[in-house]
């Protein structure tokens, strides 16, 4: 079983407010499709949630009334976001049902505190494709705060100990230093967690070109933590992510999961 990580910079435009990438998203439910995988499917938010919980602050927690409405529009808008996501694995004929995390979640200062997975379990028994996805959530101490879907990523990795962890991003994976502005960065194909913590002590830390890979890193290493195999690829190049899926070689980056 795979839990695959759809990042919302592959399947919105994150420049521009509410703009879903429908070409993309149909290449990769055709891949997750042919690829015939048991999938836990979790995606990004984009510009469907991000530019709105920075507008609202939602974050920081409950700070003002005014947040409630923002609460509201940007799970609205990331549910918007779920329909387009849904339509499209249905289009291309996946039973994918939706798991609207703030349903059956509840965070304590941004850290999971109550999680149902049986409703994974027993939708993956059946046959389904459970997609989850970053959203708004009840946090126990700040009223309310954003559950991001690389927490639901490690969380849903913690409990079912997938073979391994996808995530498709708009990057071919880590390199060792930025390849947008040092020429002799390499790219990284398979490192184990303690190599690439010595990327970390290098100024032009770890490598990649957006600055929300230094956010994944932290993920990364809890994952790879858990014993489990981390791969990062491009979502926007063909049969990246089919390849992956049915072991064949591909170009990506691979983290091994901490043997102990
Ligand atoms: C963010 O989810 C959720 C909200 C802003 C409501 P993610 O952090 O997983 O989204 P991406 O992948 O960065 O777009």
């Given amino acids: 079983m795979f839990v695959v990580k759809l990042g919302g910079s592959v399947i919105t435009d994150k420049s521009k407010k509410y703009f879903f990438k429908k070409e993309v998203m149909d290449k990769l439910s055709i891949e997750i499709k042919k690829a015939n995988k048991d999938i836990i499917l979790v995606h990004g938010a984009g510009s469907f949630g991000h530019i709105l919980a920075k507008e609202y602050m939602l974050n920081q927690g409950y700070r003002n009334d005014e947040q409630l409405q923002g609460f509201s529009l940007t799970h609205a808008m990331v549910q918007k976001l779920n329909s387009l996501v849904l339509s499209s694995l249905h289009d291309k004929g996946i039973a994918a049902v939706s798991i609207p995390p703030h349903v059956i979640l509840k965070l304590d200062d941004h850290k999971p505190s109550k999680m149902d997975y049986n409703v994974f379990r027993d939708y ?6 459970p997609v989850t996805f970053g959203d708004v959530a009840l946090d126990k101490k700040l009223g309310f705060s954003i559950c ?7 969380m849903l990795a913690k409990h079912f100990k997938p073979e391994k962890v996808i995530f498709a991003l708009d990057e071919d994976g880590l390199y060792t230093s930025n390849p947008k502005i040092d020429k002799n960065a390499e790219f990284i194909e398979k490192s184990t967690m303690d190599e690439l913590e010595n990327f970390t002590t290098n100024s032009n830390r770890y490598a990649d070109v957006t600055k929300g890979m230094e956010g994944k890193i932290e993920t990364i290493k809890n994952i790879a933590n858990l014993g489990i195999d981390i791969v990062l690829l491009n979502g926007n190049i063909d049969n990246r992510l089919y390849d992956t899926l049915i072991g064949k070689e591909t170009k990506h980056t ?3 999961g901490e043997k102990k």
């Fill in 124 to 129: 993956l028994d059946k046959g389904f494709t």
């Fill in 148 to 154: 991001s879907g690389d927490l639901l990523l490690q």
């Fill in 254 to 256: 691979l983290i091994y």
